[in-house]
C-alpha cells in the first residue's frame, strides 16, 4: 500500500480536475486505479469518494451557490436516493458472492460515461418534464450506490438541457456531493464507515482542495469539444482495462 499511495493521489488528483472542469469523473479514474493496482476494495474506495466528493463541493460550489439549478437538484435527489440505498446493499451483495461481475458491471459503466463525454447530446429548447430527472437521477443513484458513480445517466440528462454550461457543471458537483452525503449516511447506519475508508478519504483530501481550486482557477486551454474526445479517450482506455481484467 505505501509503494501505491503516489499512484492513488495521481488518480484522485486526475479524476478531480476533470470533474472540476466537466461536473463528474473523479470516481471513475480512482476505481480504475484501485482495480488495476488492488491497493484497495472498491467499497472501501467508493465510501471514501464520498468524502473526497464533500470536499470538492465545498471548494468548487459553496462560494457560488446562488450559480447552482437547485430545482434540477432536488428532483434528480428524488429519484436518486431511493436508488442510491439500493445500490449500496447490492454493492455488498455482489462484493460477497460475485466479485468477477462486480468488476465487470463497472468496466461496461466506465464505458458508458465514455459515451457520454464522446459527443454533446442534442440541447432540448425547453426543460425536460420532472418525471424525466427523476428516473435519470434513480439510475444514476443506483449506480453511485453501487460505485459512487453516478455521472453518465445524469450527466446526459442534464446536457440536454437548455441551461448554460457553467451553471450544467456546478450543479452536477453540488447534486453528486449531496448524493454522496445520503451514501455516507446509509453505509454509517450498516456500519460499514470503518477505520480504512475514513483514512482512505481523508489522506485524499488536501489532493481534492488544491486540485478543484486549480481546476477552477486554471481550466484547461481546450476548446469543449476537444476536452470531451480527450475525456472519452481517457475513459475507453480505463473502461478497456477494467473490463478486461474482469473477463481474465
Do not use: K
Not at 480536475?17 to 466537466?22: D, H, K, N, P, S
Not at 464520498?50 to 447552482?68: F, K, T, Y
Amino acid at each position: 500500500m505505501p509503494e501505491s499511495i503516489p499512484l492513488f493521489l495521481a488518480a484522485v488528483a486526475v479524476g478531480c480536475y476533470i470533474q472540476t472542469v466537466t461536473g463528474f469523473a473523479l470516481g471513475i479514474f480512482v476505481l480504475t486505479v484501485v482495480t488495476l493496482t488492488q491497493v484497495a476494495s472498491i467499497p472501501v474506495t467508493a465510501t471514501a469518494l464520498n468524502i473526497m466528493n464533500l470536499m470538492l463541493a465545498s471548494v468548487v460550489v459553496l462560494p457560488r451557490l446562488r450559480q447552482v439549478n437547485w430545482r434540477l437538484v432536488v428532483l434528480s435527489l428524488a429519484g436518486g436516493l431511493p436508488a442510491m440505498a439500493v445500490g449500496v446493499f447490492a454493492l455488498g451483495y455482489l462484493d460477497r458472492n460475485a466479485e468477477h461481475l462486480l468488476h465487470l458491471l463497472l468496466g461496461v459503466i466506465i464505458f458508458a460515461a465514455g459515451a457520454v463525454m464522446a459527443r454533446r447530446p442534442h440541447q432540448r429548447d425547453t426543460l425536460s418534464s420532472p418525471p424525466a430527472f427523476i428516473g435519470a437521477g434513480a439510475l444514476g443513484g443506483f449506480f453511485g450506490g453501487l460505485f459512487s458513480i453516478s455521472g453518465p445517466p445524469v450527466v446526459y440528462q442534464f446536457y440536454r438541457q437548455p441551461v448554460p454550461a457553467a451553471t450544467l457543471r456546478l450543479t452536477l458537483v453540488a447534486l453528486f456531493s449531496l448524493t454522496s452525503l445520503g451514501r455516507l449516511t446509509v453505509v454509517s447506519l450498516h456500519g460499514d464507515l470503518t477505520g480504512d475508508v475514513l483514512r482512505t478519504g481523508l489522506m485524499s483530501l488536501p489532493v481534492v482542495a488544491l486540485v478543484s481550486w486549480l481546476g477552477h482557477r486554471y481550466p484547461p486551454p481546450l476548446s469543449e469539444p476537444a476536452m470531451r474526445r480527450l475525456v472519452f479517450l481517457l475513459l475507453m482506455l480505463s473502461g478497456g482495462a477494467v473490463t478486461l481484467l474482469a473477463l481474465l
